[in-house]
């Protein structure tokens, strides 16, 4: 059946097509473009595009996804499917409670819809309301589930609970060795990020790339092993083979200076204003300002709070607040340790290593190297007995 006759009852004569079925209908050059071409409706073809956007890491093909979904809305506007997967584009654009009010409603319509109770989670976790997604994500399970376990290992992390977030995550790809080989891949890539934070040697980034050669966390995630291991050649490699991406080309840049996230700013705004926020401060607190009104995770809020702090402003309590949390993403101790002067902070940055870059990993160690030369000067000053 042709994407029109979805569109339309064939035979009869087809009305113009709006700016979003244009799109829809238009062909788009991607890694999985006979799969387009054979998708039987408008939703298969959204979800090729997504799967497209994985296998890439070009949101630009979220932007396509989301045409094909905004036209199946116009033809057929109060079906689940179409609304569940509107939901889900709401979360790649980061309108994270359009997305909840989006899942919610699925919910209240299906009870039983487990997709839509894992959207509602995934976009509670965003806004940082880690109790209200764990609910939700356990309304989802369905017996020994590696969605949920993944979902679980993740708010173990943002916890900054690395023992519980592996342990979970484990368990994710021990239940997904029969799953799509793109599940498969990402959990392990995940199992591999939160192992090599913990001091582990990370092998299950070069299990993932043998299922899907181009996953790519998986090659982020061993690029930054390897640039923290001294491998600058492999790591280069993986870094460009991960493509245009803020988050890439941060890290390509302090291998290769010619390279920078300039270049493509505008795909992720927020990494984009964590990477400004050492040099414009001023910029990278407008932009972080913008996302941290969408959602209220450990990392956009320390992340303001370094940029503000850059900008010459006071945020300590802010900043203590957000550390004592807890959050098992490095540049939020770094960032915290290093607004607050805090060594402990500071120590438990350094020893993930990964997590951080070369420059911020020297950054932290000057600072610790400061602080102790510091406290000796002023236990040598204190009066003798």
């Known amino acids: 059946m042709s994407w029109l006759c979805v569109l339309f009852a064939c035979g009869d004569v087809a009305p113009e097509l709006s700016v979003h079925c244009k799109v829809a209908l238009a062909p788009a050059t991607g890694p999985l473009t006979a799969e387009a071409a054979a998708a039987p409706d408008l939703v298969a073809l959204a979800e090729v595009r997504i799967r497209e956007a994985r296998l890439t890491g070009d949101d630009g093909f979220y932007t396509l996804a ?57 976009a509670r976790l965003e806004q ?11 309304r989802m399970a369905r ?13 173990a992390f943002a916890k900054g609970d690395l023992a519980r977030a592996v342990a979970a995550e484990r368990q994710a790809v021990g239940l997904a060795q029969k799953a799509p080989a793109a599940d ?23 299990t993932a790339l043998a299922l899907v050669p181009t996953e790519p966390r998986a090659l982020l995630w061993r690029g930054r092993t ?14 460009r083979a991960v493509g245009p991406t803020v988050e890439a080309l941060w ?102 290593g990964p997590g951080l870059l070369p420059s911020e990993l020297s950054l932290a160690e000057q600072t610790i190297a400061s602080m102790a030369v510091s406290t000796q000067k002023e236990v040598g000053n204190l009066p003798r007995p």
Request: net charge negative; glycine share 8%.
């Open 251 to 352: 890290a390509l840049s302090e291998i290769d200076p010619s390279r920078s996230p300039r270049e493509v700013s505008r795909q992720d705004p927020r990494a984009y204003g964590m990477w400004l926020a050492g040099t414009e401060p001023e910029e990278a607190k407008r932009l972080l300002e913008r996302d941290l009104a969408s959602r209220q995770d450990p990392l956009t809020k320390m992340a303001w709070l370094w940029a503000r702090f850059r900008c010459g402003e006071t945020v300590a309590e802010e900043a203590r607040e957000v550390l004592d949390a807890g959050s098992g993403e490095p540049r939020v101790s770094l960032w915290g340790g290093l607004i607050l002067l805090d060594n402990a902070a500071l120590q438990r940055a350094v020893a993930m």
């Open 128 to 138: 940082g309301e880690f109790d209200e997604a764990a609910a939700a994500f356990r």
């Open 143 to 155: 017996g020994a589930d590696p969605v949920l376990f993944d979902r679980l290992a993740t708010l």
């Open 66 to 122: 989301n045409s094909v979904a905004a036209c199946a809305h116009e033809r057929f506007p109060i079906d689940q499917d179409v609304a569940r997967l509107m939901a889900f584009l709401l979360l790649q654009f980061h309108r994270f409670e359009e997305a909840e009010a989006a899942a919610l409603a699925l919910t209240v319509a299906d009870p039983d819809d487990r997709e839509a109770w894992l959207l509602l989670g995934d």
């Open 184 to 206: 498969l891949s990402f959990y392990l890539a995940t199992l591999g990020w939160y192992g090599v934070l913990s001091g582990g040697d990370g092998p299950e980034f070069d």
């Open 226 to 239: 390897r640039l923290h291991r001294g491998d600058r050649v492999g790591a280069a490699e993986d870094f």
